[in-house]
């Protein structure tokens, strides 16, 4: 497996030179499963994989979405792939509100927002919708889902294994005084945990400006608690704040590793290699 990061903001997209270590694209990873291509979010950073993926020939790939708020998506209508017929999309989420899965993509494609329609792309593009807690088998891969509490209809984690080894997405949720049982046992024993860890314990209190408690985001502080109780092998925090430069996330990673050694704050560009003869997350 190999995990590369393409997008790891949150919330909105924070280009610029305080932030070009790190990187400013919204949510966006991409898991190669052997020969098969998985899409974890689409926000921003999609449209560079979409470029990268040009390179390699025709398309066929599935699209998992966490949930359906703007930044997890904002980045579809620019996925160069979408407007060839040669490439073939999965979209898998749950429609989480008024809106289904296709109704709430083609939203943002509507006039006066988009000049191209969603219905009018020619690539092969399909739906499913997720149930809470389902369990997707794509070949020889296999996807774990699990519901989690964010505002606007919840959130969706994934766990991927294939070959052995298992990579677990838990953006855009927010932590309970204990450790998620849920989250637990979906990231039990994981080789690579991406966590949403988009604020301090300091700023979730509101010790620094508004309190952030509800507003469905969670801490590095959580996040090494998780990784800790579930014994996975690396954690990667994700979904940075919009409003924190390269030096702050370095901070913070720092911080993380106080409470959980094999914590690194995710950058975009960032590979994760998982061998199958080895253990541990190899970071490139």
Request: hydrophobic share 40%.
């Amino acid at each position: 497996m190999e995990v590369r990061f393409w997008g790891v903001r949150g919330s909105i997209a924070s280009p610029g030179p305080s932030t070009a270590s790190v990187g400013g694209n919204t949510s966006c990873v991409e898991v190669r499963c052997g020969d098969q291509k998985f899409v974890l979010d689409a926000g921003t950073g999609i449209r560079g994989l979409g470029n990268a993926w040009m390179q390699e020939g025709p398309v066929d790939a599935t699209l998992l979405l966490s949930h359906l708020h703007w930044d997890h998506i904002q980045g579809l209508p620019f996925f160069v792939p979408l407007y060839l017929p040669t490439t073939a999309l999965a979209v898998i989420g749950a429609s989480g509100g008024k809106l289904d899965l296709p109704s709430a993509l083609a939203a943002q494609m509507r006039t006066p927002l988009f000049p191209i329609a969603a219905d009018e792309v020619p690539s092969r593009v399909s739906y499913q919708h997720l149930a809470a807690g389902e369990t997707i088998t794509r070949g020889d891969v296999t996807i774990k889902t699990q519901k989690l509490a964010h505002p606007g209809g919840g959130v969706t984690a994934f766990r991927i294994e294939h070959g052995g080894r298992s990579v677990v997405y838990a953006t855009d949720t927010e932590h309970y005084e204990c450790v998620n049982p849920k989250l637990l046992a979906l990231a039990k024993d994981a080789d690579v945990l991406i966590y949403d860890s988009q604020y301090t314990p300091q700023e979730y209190r509101g010790e620094h400006g508004p309190s952030k408690v509800g507003w469905g985001h969670s801490t590095y502080e959580a996040g090494a608690a998780l990784a800790e109780a579930a014994e996975v092998s690396a954690y990667y925090l994700f979904h940075h704040d919009p409003g924190r430069d390269d030096e702050g996330v370095a901070v913070v990673e720092r911080l993380a590793q106080d409470r959980f050694h094999d914590a690194y704050a995710a950058r975009e560009g960032e590979s994760i290699q998982l061998l199958p003869e080895e253990r541990d997350a190899r970071a490139a």
